[in-house]
T-cell receptor, first 110, second 116 residues
Framework: EDQVTQSPEALRLQEGESSSLNCSYT??????LFWYRQDPGKGPEFLFT???AGEEKEKERLKATLTKKESFLHITAPKPEDSATYLC???????????FGKGTLLTVNP | GAVVSQHPSRVICKSGTSVKIECRSL??????MFWYRQFPKQSLMLMAT?????????EQGVEKDKFLINHASLTLSTLTVTSAHPEDSSFYIC????????????FGSGTRLTVV
């Protein structure tokens, strides 16, 4: 069974204070690791898909990296508008099912 | 990416009644849609996979007679919560995938169901 563990559960940063979120996973035959952002009362918003160890992707202040056991979401010089819950999910095997972690609640104070 | 519309965004119903939630794929034909449920501070849990023109595939522990899924067209899937009870109160979210997930998964805006 695929498993995803995200840490920390919550993270509070000052504006401009860079940090990283962790996503550890176990999956049978990784077919994609996904990062989403979720605002309160909203559906997840797609950020990145990573497929193989060593792959990196960037978007504005966010950078996602992938190893064989974990993924990191690096946030550089965050702004208050980056405050949200960040979700990690994996797709494994031959089906379309995504397995999600519980998310990291990020709060960026001005 | 795909555009997914979910309706209603929130609904309050009385215990014992049924509630229908719609999920529409606005810009492409989705043969497969997914229904998730999310409890506060918990991860999204896949409830079922909705297949156009055939029966939905339910995850273990999800009652198919309680959560009725209909995927009658390539752009619309519906989830009906039958005989709702307070413990069914949750955030329900649909999702579509493009090219079997190769082009990612797009989520609807979610439906907050409260059963009183």
């Amino acid at each position: 069974e695929d498993q995803v563990t995200q840490s920390p559960e919550a993270l509070r940063l000052q504006e401009g204070e860079s940090s990283s979120l962790n996503c550890s996973y176990t999956v049978s035959g990784l077919r994609g690791l996904f990062w989403y952002r979720q605002d309160p009362g909203k559906g997840p918003e797609f950020l990145f898909t990573l497929y193989s160890a060593g792959e990196e992707k960037e978007k504005e202040r966010l950078k996602a990296t992938l190893t064989k056991k974990e993924s990191f979401l690096h946030i550089t010089a965050p702004k208050p508008e980056d405050s949200a819950t960040y979700l990690c999910a994996v797709r494994g095997g031959s089906n379309y099912k995504l397995t999600f972690g519980k998310g990291t609640l990020l709060t960026v104070n001005p | 990416g795909a555009v997914v519309s979910q309706h209603p965004s929130r609904v309050i119903c009385k215990s014992g009644t049924s509630v229908k939630i719609e999920c529409r794929s606005l810009d492409f034909q989705a043969t497969t849609m997914f229904w998730y449920r999310q409890f506060p501070k918990q991860s999204l849990m896949l409830m079922a996979t909705s297949n156009e023109g055939s029966k939905a595939t339910y995850e273990q522990g999800v009652e198919k007679d309680k959560f009725l899924i209909n995927h009658a067209s390539l752009t619309l899937s519906t989830l009906t919560v039958t005989s709702a009870h307070p413990e069914d109160s949750s955030f329900y979210i649909c999702s579509v995938s493009r090219q079997g997930g190769i082009r990612g998964y797009t989520f609807g805006s979610g439906t907050r169901l409260t059963v009183v």
